[in-house]
Structures are given as structure tokens and as C-alpha cells.
Nanobody, 124 residues
């Protein structure tokens, strides 16, 4: 099974940027589609972005398009999330997740492995 460790979170002012990183180990990275999710206090977990095994396909909900970009480096077993124009509403714990299934999906219940998360806080 794969182990996932996120990094790159922190406190940023509104309008700023952060780049999150998720390092995978313990299994062949290209066995997995990868996703980023977030959960704010008192709210349900929310899909942020997904990327296919090859990195050729990405998937964003409409609310995330244009500000967030997911990418992966299969040689380094790493998936990244570039976040621009951050707003206080983006404050949450961000998690990366790995899915062995064949399709790139937004349903967190389909993902098999999760990291511990990294806190992102955006001040106004």
C-alpha cells in the first residue's frame, strides 16, 4: 500500500499563493490516480482536484477551475497543488488521496489511501 505525506500548508494573506506537495512511498506511484480534497471546520469534505496516473488528464469541480492546478511528477512520486488568488473561504485542511480504481473520480469514498493533511489558513 502507498503512504502519503502532505506538506506546504501555512498562513497566507488573501490574494496570495501556496503550493502543496504530497510525497508518496511504499508502492508504485503510477498505480494510482491522485486527488486533493479539503475539509473546513464544520463542513463536509470537498473535492479540489484530481489527476490521472499518467498526468495527462486532470479534473476540477467548477468552483476550483482557474485558481487551482494539480500536477504530478511520477519520477519523484509526488503530486502538487498550486493554489493562487487564495481567499478566506479556502481555509481548510488539505488532504491528498490515492485511488487504485480505473477512473478519475471526485468521490472521496472511492479513494483508498489518505495522507494526514496539511493546514491552509487564509487571512483577510
Amino acid at each position: 500500500q502507498v503512504q502519503l505525506v502532505e506538506s506546504g500548508g501555512g498562513l497566507v494573506q488573501a490574494g496570495g499563493s501556496l503550493r502543496l506537495s504530497c510525497a508518496a512511498s511504499g508502492d508504485t506511484f503510477t498505480n494510482y490516480n491522485m486527488g486533493w480534497f479539503r475539509q473546513a471546520p464544520g463542513k463536509e469534505r470537498e473535492f479540489v482536484a484530481g489527476i490521472s496516473r499518467s498526468g495527462l488528464r486532470t479534473y476540477y469541480p467548477e468552483s476550483m477551475k482557474g485558481r487551482f492546478t494539480i500536477s504530478r511528477d511520477n519520477a519523484l512520486s509526488t503530486v502538487l497543488l498550486q493554489m493562487n488568488s487564495l481567499q478566506p473561504k479556502d481555509t481548510a485542511i488539505y488532504y491528498c488521496a490515492a485511488d487504485v480504481g480505473p477512473l478519475l473520480v471526485a468521490d472521496g469514498g472511492k479513494y483508498d489511501y489518505w495522507g494526514q493533511g496539511t493546514q491552509v489558513s487564509v487571512s483577510s
